[in-house]
């Protein structure tokens, strides 16, 4: 048997995040004699989603959650998105028992040892206010996007949009996405200034691409500083 488990967490993910934790809204513990088998489901690979599989013990009773990343580009995941599935397998946990203490709710590295996870929210990543045509819209700036994406809660009903040529790889969009019809004048607080053509796409946020950085003055770079070689030295 086969259970979907949708999403309770809003994320933006993106290559440089790496692998991150997803609450979902499935809490154990499973039934009696089984063990569960998690994984992606193909809908989320499409968006560009890459579900690590994990197994959850008969006796887990915490939340289960999964190991995403996005290796491709950038992926949004809202509240209530299907993203991966427990399959329900038989279990031989009763007759070779791994150890004596409870799971309880503890999970990645209960057993055995201790693991510690990072992850970084939206609340927590870099972000800067611009003012895009007259409006001020408030994006994710280290997002590691080639090209600005402006999203739709954000953009003004008034402003013209058309459907893009071109894709973007890693948001699992099977027709090209919406963008601005013409290029927008923006600024930030201190003194820069430029303009954009933005896509447009229904993001739980909006993401400053690296258009945007070059003309901020930010240098785009895997060279190390003289400092950095002698300390390597």
């Not at 289960?64 to 950038?74: A, D, Q, T, Y």
Request: glycine share 12%; charged share 20%.
């Amino acid at each position: 048997m086969g259970l979907d488990l949708r999403s309770t967490t809003r994320l933006v993910l993106t290559r440089r995040m790496g692998v991150q934790l997803v609450d979902t809204d499935f809490k154990g513990p499973l039934e009696s004699g089984t063990v569960g088998l998690l994984i992606g489901r193909s809908s989320a690979a499409l968006k560009g989603l890459r579900v690590h599989p994990g197994v959850i013990d008969p006796y887990y009773m915490g939340v289960v959650k999964i190991m995403v990343e996005s290796p491709r580009g950038i992926s949004a995941i809202s509240p209530g998105d299907r993203i991966a599935q427990l399959l329900l397998l038989s279990s031989l946990h009763d007759k070779f028992p791994a150890q004596t203490r409870e799971r309880g709710e503890g999970s990645f590295g209960s057993i055995g040892s201790n693991l510690t996870f990072l992850a970084l929210d939206l609340d927590h990543r870099p972000t800067l206010e611009l003012i895009v045509n007259g409006k001020k819209i408030l994006g994710l700036l280290d997002s590691g996007s080639d090209k600005s994406i402006i999203a739709t809660k954000d953009w003004p009903s008034g402003w013209p949009i058309q459907v893009s040529s071109q894709t973007l790889q890693g948001l699992g969009y099977a027709k090209g996405p919406d963008m601005s019809a013409r290029q927008l004048p923006w600024k930030d607080q201190e003194g820069h200034s430029g303009a954009m053509q933005p896509s447009v796409l229904d993001l739980p946020i909006s993401l400053w691409g690296r258009d945007l950085l070059k003309d901020m003055g930010f240098k785009l770079t895997n060279e190390y500083s003289e400092t950095s070689q002698d300390i390597m030295k």
